[in-house]
């Protein structure tokens, strides 16, 4: 589901899938059906994969992607680290590596995560190929078909596919400003219970989620861990963003508060060095990282030990934090860039979040525009987004958008927004002709304009994902 905007060709992402080859026909798929595992019945291609080969287009542009901008690591600094590595560690950077990682490379670990406050050893730490291959192997270690996945609604796009994959039930829980709503996820546990259902995993993105970018207050979060202990309850805290802060002060993440019981930590390197690496990582208890480790051999024996010689070579020689201060101060411009176009081109009867960090603002329109069909309309106008059906597994999120202002700069941002302005209010005008209503008067300039320190800004919170039907 992530876009690049590169004009040099189609290039894959943290949600996305690979592109290029024709399309299956229907009789193609017909020759091998029968010898495709059951499982394959729950892969469903990401809904971007289309368009990714549509905004690969230079003249689109895309606020779909979930990308960061990796123009802003020195690509001096890259060449200067990459001979390093090539003349110190040649021989042992071109080798197999453990399938835990490299120990070097999980004292950079350690750091970064003593960074938000946790503490962590080595031997707790499994290094993984991104993120998105712990989700994968937390389903594969975790799920049997027919298990129940509880997440947020919406929640991370590229995390559907791999529910999907194995064959999860996905129960979704509604969020707002404060993300997860603990109280309504503690009424779907009881509703659980009572058929005789346990989820395997709880799966949460608190901080500046993917795609709403909101985060999850510390109340909910001690809440949520009492809950994971009471009822001995699995939780995956999937964390790419939190040292992306452009507001306020941090919290806690759920690893810190649970002290290594319950709580799956996720994290990466995709966000705050480059997602090319393909470097993450899990902590976990110690008897799950086995398992998880168990399951990563069968996948890719380790992941590359050229990369991770690069991050330690990075970490020895450069001070990490210095590129995440930057993409910063980048990104919070550029956030605050797409906030006020939000309110200069988007109609009154829209709300977005404002999010204090990472990459995404959530948009939701009103109840009568499909964002699936409006993103036709948008392509013709050469820009795109991620319709908010993505971020679902039962169909809601259907009047919502996605919207990443990290990887383009302002004047494009500005220009992104106001095309889908465009589109968003030509569907206003035809639905106001077509049922006779009087569409509310433009939007007042500053109304949205962000508030340093403000959780919202002006604009109303967290549209709750509208249930289909
Ligand atoms: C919430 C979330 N989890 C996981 C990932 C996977 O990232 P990676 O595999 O690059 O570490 C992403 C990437 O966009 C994400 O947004």
């Known amino acids: 589901m992530t876009i690049d905007e590169t004009p040099r060709g189609p290039v894959t992402g943290g949600e996305s ?28 291609s990401s809904a971007m994969r289309d368009l990714m080969a549509i905004t690969a287009r230079p003249e689109v542009i895309s606020l779909a992607g979930g990308l960061p901008d990796t123009s802003a690591f020195p690509s001096d600094d890259l060449a200067a680290l990459m001979t390093r590595v090539a003349t110190n560690a040649s021989a042992r950077a071109l080798q197999y590596g453990p399938t835990d990682g490299l120990l070097e490379l999980k004292s950079c670990i350690v750091q970064v995560m003593a960074e938000e406050g946790m503490a962590v050893a080595a031997d707790e730490l499994l290094v993984t190929t991104g993120g998105q291959q712990v989700i994968d192997l937390v389903c594969k270690t975790l799920i049997d078909p027919g298990d129940v996945i509880v997440a947020e609604g919406p929640t991370y796009p590229g995390a559907v596919p791999t529910f999907g994959a194995y064959e999860a039930d996905v129960v979704q829980i509604e969020m707002d400003a404060d993300g997860m709503r603990v109280d309504l996820l503690e009424q779907a546990l009881d509703r659980l219970e009572r058929d005789g259902r346990t989820p395997k995993f709880i799966y949460t993105v608190p901080t ?3 795609p709403a970018g909101v985060t999850m207050s ?20 999937d964390n790419p963003y939190g040292l992306l802060r452009y507001d306020g002060s941090p919290l806690p993440p759920l690893y810190a508060l649970d002290r290594g019981e319950y709580v799956i930590y996720l994290g990466t390197f995709s966000k705050i060095l480059a997602p090319g690496l393909r470097l993450g990582w899990a902590a976990a208890p110690g008897p799950v990282l086995e398992k998880l480790s168990l399951g990563k051999q069968g996948t890719d024996l380790c992941s590359s030990t050229f990369g991770q010689h690069f991050v330690v070579e990075y970490f020895a020689r450069r001070d990490w934090r210095d590129l995440i201060a930057a993409l910063r101060a980048l990104y919070r411009g550029r956030r605050d860039t797409m906030l006020e176009a939000l309110a200069e081109h988007f109609p009154r009867e829209s709300e977005w979040t404002r999010p204090a960090g990472g990459l995404f603002i959530w948009a939701t329109l009103p109840e009568y525009i499909d964002t699936t069909d409006l993103l036709a309309r948008a392509l013709r106008e050469h820009v795109a987004f991620v319709p908010g059906r993505a971020a679902f597994l ?23 927004v106001a095309r889908i302005g465009k589109v968003v209010n030509e569907q206003v005008r035809l639905y106001s002709t ?4 009087v569409p509310g008067p433009p939007r007042e300039r500053p109304a949205n304009v962000p508030q340093p320190g403000s959780q919202a800004g002006g604009a109303r919170i967290v549209p709750l994902p509208r249930r289909a039907g």
């Open 17 to 44: 899938h690979g592109m290029g080859r024709p399309r299956t026909t229907a009789s193609d798929l017909e020759r091998y059906a029968a010898l495709f595992a059951r499982r394959t019945r729950g892969m469903k």
């Open 208 to 210: 500046f989620q993917n």
């Open 218 to 237: 510390l109340e909910r979060r001690h809440r949520l861990i009492r809950l994971a202990t009471q009822r001995e309850l699995l939780v995956l805290e």
């Open 394 to 416: 039962d169909g809601r999120g259907g009047a919502s958008m996605r919207l990443n202002f990290s990887v383009v700069g302002v004047a494009v941002l500005q220009e992104g």
């Open 434 to 437: 077509l049922t006779g209503t």
